[in-house]
């Protein structure tokens, strides 16, 4: 479909709409002509017109922006006739080019090229992504550097523009968004701040932060990241409450990492039921991390416990201001009775409670919520009202909170947007992948349950594997973890790790390892990962004369050893550590589990029968651990990722998920379909 911009070949871009190049295509999917329009991100308006929503796909091009030289020739004229199409680029051309002309230039990439070898211009400064895209990567003359001239957010990016509230293209865009954090800074000092905000702030893209914020906290962002003030401090607001909501939006339709970075605790007077709202507008996954409120660092920091055994049982917080109003309002005795009330060490006894507020006149329909393991891997929350929560709660060993009020209600509970909606997924791998399961697992918005099957102990000789390693032709790595394992070593007795031979590995997964050193291998199993997969890529590099270790732990077949040997002069095994099983007396509840090795699913069936996995959706990080599978299991489906990675596994899992909500919806509006045709 065109757009006015396509039609339009006159106007200076520099002059035209936001919409310019969007118009009609919203038209058309608000119209439902047609379903979506896919689009340049750089192209969107900066604000959607009412009743769009959109998503950016993950695949990036290189954002930068290049200069093009008519064909034959390479050097730059002293005063160039530029052609540029937007503000942006043209005081950059004006910094670098100060004798420049400065020329509209219109049309598609193919015509405006057309323009510059006809003589139209002597220069034309255009995204490198469209030239990659239609394949005229060969006309870059020059690519400008980031820091020399900032890109838009989209550009080097597509974007699908949708009608809101488009079920079908919400699931899918699950698949393509992260959670956004909403992570309580603590409040005074750094010493005040938790792992979990201190972990998220390392990790994100963007970070929204409020004006009371400890200083020092955003230091621990990532170098590029941006950090947006958006403070209100007492008379002056950087931005109001409605533009903050929309700029989270926004970020997280562009599969952003978003860290809404907030004073305190977020849950306490920090705007966040307003700003998850907006989210849950847009079905866009969010979670809080609690953090250390003001109301901790008076009290139990100072001595002043709120609580104190003989003297206190309780307390009540609250606020004498009312919303938008700088004046002390007290509470009526109505509203003071109404504030929310919690109890700890209650649930046990939730009978009684029901009872003393039965007898302070509280309604039947008050409601309440029992909280058990807060913030655990079993944490279970029930709700219903003073009548009936008692008949509810089940008798657990786990500890209880009890919350009463208008704000227990059930229906304030925060729902689970992402791919994997709260779904508890089972981690049963090796422990030294724990830490990336967990964060791929919130990232699709479920929720971690680690129970490692598998600790790896090193081999007391693993020093030894590095000196090996200097005198052979090749290396061969099969394991993430033996990559771990021998890098950690090569750091311990300080060995030079340019000293490596050649390095072939089973897949991304390990050679990710050997990346983040500096070490890129040689070889890397593309598909099928595993013995076989590597073997195939082996193929025509280790000759006859060649002397090749390899490294693997203490359950690895010998079957790549003999294949090997047929391939090369010699080959050395090395074991490079050993497969310790860890045992669980019981598991908590768990709807899926994950398994990243032969040896852990053995080691989880050593605790548990079978049947423990019957109705769960059961996943596995490569060929030979999905084979162990289905021995151990005969007939069960196994999920498996396109790599050998976690990400890749817990990613295959999410769209299984996504498939399933689609399908039940695409049966759910056939079967509407039917009744409306019967009737």
Known sequence: MSSPGD???????????????????????????????????????DELVAGMDLLYLPWVEDPRDVLILPAGVSVIPEAPRIGVSSARREDYCRRRFPNAVMLSVRGNIEQRIEQLDRGNYDLLIMAAAGLNRIGLADRISEYIPLDELAVPPGQGRLAVTFRKGD??????????????????????????????????????????????????????????????????????HAFSQAEISRKLVDAARRGLSVVRLKGGDPGIFGRLAEEAGQ???????????????????????????????????????????????????????????????????????????????????????????????????????????????????PDSALPGIVIAGATADGKFLFPKHGALGGMRVLFAGSAALS?????????????????????????????????????????????????????????????????LPSLAVCGP?????????????????????GA????????????REHTVLRLRSDLAGEKLDQQLRQMAASVTDFVLYSNQPVHYDRLPPFDAALFTSVSSAAAFFESFAPSILENKIICAIGNPTASKLKELLPGAEIVQGTEATVESMIYALAVTQISSKLGEQKSGDENEKSVVRSQ
Request: glycine content about 8%; aromatic content about 8%.
């Open 7 to 45: 039609r339009d070949k006159a106007t200076d871009l520099r002059l035209t709409p936001g919409d310019f190049f969007t118009r009609d295509l919203d038209e058309a999917v608000l119209d439902v002509r047609i379903d979506c329009a896919v689009h340049s991100a750089k192209d969107l308006p």
């Open 167 to 236: 079920r079908r293209f919400n699931r899918l865009r699950k698949l393509f968004v992260k959670p956004v954090i909403f992570a309580g800074a603590g409040t005074g000092t750094m010493d005040n701040v938790t792992l979990g905000t201190v972990n998220a702030l390392q990790h994100c893209d963007i970070c929204f932060y409020d004006a009371i914020c400890p200083t020092g906290l955003l230091e621990l962002l990532p170098e590029g990241a941006v950090k947006l003030d958006v403070g209100k401090r007492k008379g002056r």
């Open 279 to 393: 989210l849950d507008e847009y079905e866009l996954p969010y979670r809080a991390l609690p953090g250390v409120s003001s109301l901790n660092a008076a009290t139990t920091a100072s001595g002043l416990l709120l609580t104190r055994r003989g003297l206190s049982r309780g307390f009540t917080a609250a606020t004498p201001r009312k919303s938008g109003s700088e004046k002390i309002e007290w509470f009526s005795v109505a509203e003071a009775k109404a504030f929310s009330k919690v109890f700890f060490m209650a649930a046990s006894g939730i009978g009684e409670v029901m009872e003393e507020l039965e007898a302070e006149e509280y309604p039947a329909s008050l409601p309440v919520s029992v909280v058990f393991d807060a913030g655990g891997d079993e944490e279970l929350t029930i709700s219903g009202t003073l009548a009936d929560i008692a008949a509810k709660v």
């Open 509 to 529: 997964g390990t050679a990710e390892k050997f990346i983040a050193h500096g070490i890129y291998p040689e070889v890397c199993a593309s598909e099928n990962f």
């Open 435 to 499: 830490e990336k399961a967990k964060t791929a697992i919130l990232n699709f918005d479920g929720r971690p349950v680690l129970r490692p099957m598998i600790e790896l102990l090193p081999a007391s000789n693993t020093p030894e594997a590095l000196t090996k390693a200097a005198g052979a032709d090749w290396l061969i790595v099969t394991s993430p973890s033996a990559a771990q394992i021998l890098l950690e070593a090569a750091c311990r007795v300080k060995f030079d790790l340019r000293k």
């Open 532 to 543: 076989q997969g590597l073997l195939d890529a082996l193929r025509g590099k280790i000759r």
